[in-house]
């Protein structure tokens, strides 16, 4: 039989190689429905081709433009936050949880079902209220794949071996387009530069995290609750070819490496076929042509955003939905020329700074409540420093 997919974040990055993969196997999916933000052509434009049953648009007022692009081809339509979660509760065997930022907290933890499999790739069900989702998962039933391709390859490093024989994990970082670059020409890097990835096509957000290696700092996070490590025992390196994409260090000192060329339809395709897996037209890798590959430790001194979101990590509670909120802010002024690269990482401190400590939040309502204080602190701190 087919599986059934729900596409949640169709018109990014991810959902794009979702749609690539699914595409490519006629008969093998077949999509329930498919979810975006704002931009209602493309996710027309999905929908036509993957022939959902369902798209949904999660602003409001793109309904009507939606509808009309939809007009005839029979695909159920609508927009809105209940229309989200009403094309989450349709019948699917598996569910990509791709949509960016704190939006996709509610839809994809609204997505946990018994014998439901989700394919995680939204960050913050995990940075934001970690303890919370996975409690939840497992409570439902769920199996959480992850989709991000570094836990994704841990995830097929370790195969059947239980946790208990793993001495640490760790994940590699590109480096991004300002690895060799100085710390004060870092600081004043511009968003044109910041959003030039020498390895990885992403949306704008992901690419400036990436940039500064908070993106890194946050999939450790995501480690630490896909696979229940403590900090001390999760790793970053540098590795600027993005070949090697996470190693699992198993305590008889033997250790497994998960590799494959930078392309998300990797990850992807493992995801969709699991525990199965379907052929793909990705490129092979070819470890002769490569020649080397090249380790190095992070340098927290010109990328402070990794030292912060590994002390948040180590300090627990709610210090990562603090994070991430106040991450979103920064990222989302800088890309706006309001405050230079460089300033993220100190805004982020700041807040996290002043918010103190506080328990880990009981459920996904508390992470958002959390989240949105936080945000108003940053903005707060903004506002006086411009």
């Known amino acids: 039989m087919a599986t059934r997919l729900t596409i949640l974040g169709a018109s990014g990055s991810v959902g794009r190689a979702v749609a690539d993969v699914v595409a490519a196997h006629p008969g093998r999916f077949e999509v329930e429905a498919v979810v975006a933000g704002r931009d209602a ?41 209940a229309a989200v979660l009403e094309a989450v509760d349709r019948d699917c065997d598996l569910v990509v949880a791709a949509i960016a930022g704190t939006a996709g907290l509610r839809p994809t933890h609204r997505a946990l079902r018994p014998g439901r499999r989700i394919a995680l790739a939204n960050k913050e069900c995990l940075v934001s209220a970690g303890a919370a989702f996975m409690r939840d998962a497992a409570a439902a039933g769920a199996t959480i794949l992850p989709l991000d391709s570094e836990h994704n390859a841990l995830f097929q490093a370790l195969g059947e071996a239980p946790i208990e024989s793993v001495e640490a994990m760790t994940l ?16 004043e890097a511009t968003p044109q530069e910041a959003l030039k990835h020498p390895n990885w096509s992403m949306g704008a ?4 995290d990436s940039a500064g290696l908070m993106n890194k700092g946050l999939e450790l996070i995501e480690a630490h609750h896909l696979f229940g490590l403590p900090a001390a025992r999760l790793r970053a390196l540098v590795h600027p070819q993005s070949i090697v994409h996470g190693i699992v260090h198993f305590r008889d000192g033997s250790l497994s490496a998960g590799l494959a060329v930078p392309d998300m339809r990797v990850p992807v395709a493992h995801c969709l076929s699991w525990p199965e897996r379907v052929e793909t037209q990705i490129p092979r890798l070819d470890l002769a042509a490569m020649g080397c590959l090249t380790f190095a430790e992070p340098d927290t001194a010109r990328f402070p955003a990794l030292r912060l979101a590994r002390e948040a990590l180590e300090q627990g509670g709610a210090a990562p939905t603090v994070l991430n909120a106040a991450n979103e802010v920064a990222v989302e002024a800088f890309l706006a020329g309001r405050i230079r690269f460089g300033d993220i990482a100190r805004l982020v401190e700041a807040v996290c700074t002043r918010e103190g400590a506080s328990a880990a939040p009981a459920g996904i309502e508390e992470a958002l409540a959390v989240d949105f204080a936080a945000r108003e602190r940053a903005r707060a701190l903004l506002q006086q420093s411009c």
Do not use: H, Q, Y
């Open 205 to 208: 957000k992901i690419t400036v």
């Open 41 to 81: 052509r493309a996710l027309a434009g999905v929908a036509l081709r993957l022939r959902a049953r369902c798209a949904v648009l999660a602003d409001g007022e793109g309904g009507a433009a939606l509808a009309e692009t939809l007009s005839g081809s029979g695909i159920a339509n609508g927009a809105g936050e």
């Open 172 to 187: 590699t970082a590109s480096g991004g387009p300002f690895r060799d670059w100085p710390a004060k020409a870092i600081a």
